[in-house]
Structures are given as C-alpha cells and as structure tokens.
C-alpha cells in the first residue's frame, strides 16, 4: 500500500539558511500534520491541515510556516535556520472517519543545521 | 507538563511471553488514543488504536485496555516476537479533524530469544 512520501530525506544547511521540507500524504487522505522530533525525544506536534485549511497549531517557531495545496501535499518552510533546528522531521497523514483518525507517518527528513 | 507518560522507559521480555506497556495520561479532554512502533531514523508505525467509548480493543496479538477512570491504557503483545523489539509510543487526542497528537516519551520494549 501507498505510504507517506516526504522529501528530501537527508538536508544539511547552514545557520540563517532557509530549508522547505515536502510530504505527499497516502492518496485520498485530506489532513497532514507535521511532528518535529529531537534527539532522544518523542514527536512534538508542529501544525495540521484538514482540506487545505490550517486545522491546528503546536509549538511552531514564527519562523517557519506551512501550507496544504490543492493535490493535498503539504510544504514546511524553515526560515533564518538556528543550530536548534536541527532534528527529525516527520509527515503524516490521516483520513478522518467519526471517530477513527490514525495518522500514518512518513520515514522522516534528518535536518542537520551547521 | 507531559500530558501523556509512559513512566516505564523500558521493558525485557522473553520470547513468547507476554509484553505489557503502560500508559498513563492527565487531560480528560483526550477521547482517542494510540500506539506506535518505532525504529530508529524512521516514522512511527501505527499498530493500534482506541476510541474512549471502547475499553477494549483487540488486533492479532496486539490487545489495547483503556480504563478511563484511571486515565491509563496498555497494550498487550502476545506472544511477544524478537522482530517487537522497538520503542513503542503512546499517543493522545482530542479527536477532531486534524488535532495533534500527544505522544509520551516511549518505552524500549526489548524481546529476547
């Protein structure tokens, strides 16, 4: 079965860089959420999308932003890059049926900021 | 304050025997929970979940028991299998379209032969 797709899977930049990390969700899933996961951490929830509109909102920095298009891929961008950046981040995606709504993850972008 | 524990970091078991993972969570408003396997350098994988107007929900030998009451639930492997060794993450929310997940900090489940 189709999975998550993100990419790239590996990125190094540099501090004060911009980064733009790109998921395509499992087909006919509508919501992509975005998870950011430090070494040694467990995920922490960065920002949601249902139908292409912002659906919540975790500890994002203001740096960063995000966007859903119209084919239902999602876009994290990451401005004025900081060492503190660097982590795993994962994409998911979900279906939302009543009451079920399982979220399937990506394998993940490493960001290594130096 | 971490909303969801898992207080057990990790958790040796033998082959064939039976894994309990616990997980304990403070925020009542939480009405749909999960769990996940993970590796390292890859993503979560979803093995099952729960809905809070079930106590019980059973998948092959994964088995989730939600007490609500007590705001715990585990998960059950039986038998346990050397290919389960992995960090297992409980996960909670409030289930509206696109709410975030509320993951613990994960327990190390390691299975021996």
């Known amino acids: 079965a189709a999975g998550v797709i993100q990419s790239p899977r590996h990125l190094i930049k540099e501090k004060r860089e911009t980064a733009t990390l790109k998921c395509y969700p499992i087909?006919?899933?509508?919501?992509v959420y975005w998870y950011q996961q430090g070494p040694g951490q467990d995920p922490q929830f960065l920002i949601s999308f249902y139908e292409k509109m912002q659906s919540d909102k975790g500890s994002i920095p203001d740096r960063f932003s995000a966007q859903q298009f119209s084919d239902y891929h999602s876009e994290l961008n990451m401005s004025s890059l900081e060492l503190g950046d660097s982590a795993l981040y994962f994409c998911?995606?979900?279906?939302?049926?009543?009451?079920?709504?399982?979220?399937?993850f990506g394998p993940g972008t490493r960001l290594t900021v130096t | 304050d971490q909303q969801v524990k898992q207080n057990s970091p990790s958790l040796s078991v033998q082959e064939g025997r039976i894994s309990i993972l616990n997980c304990d969570y403070t925020?009542?408003?939480?009405?749909?929970f999960l769990w996940y396997k993970k590796y390292p350098a890859e993503g979560p994988t979803f093995l099952i979940s729960?809905?809070?107007?079930?106590d019980k929900n059973e998948d092959g030998r994964f088995t989730v028991f939600l007490n609500k009451s007590a705001k715990h639930l585990s998960l059950h492997i039986v038998p346990s299998q050397p290919g389960d060794s992995a960090v297992y993450f409980c996960a909670a929310s409030q289930n509206q379209a696109g709410t975030a997940l509320i993951f613990g900090k994960g327990t190390t489940l390691s299975v021996s032969s």
């Open positions: 925020n009542s408003m939480f009405d749909y």
């Open positions: 998911a995606s979900s279906l939302v049926r009543g009451l079920v709504d399982e979220q399937y």
């Open positions: 087909p006919r899933h509508d919501t």
């Open positions: 729960i809905s809070s107007i079930k």
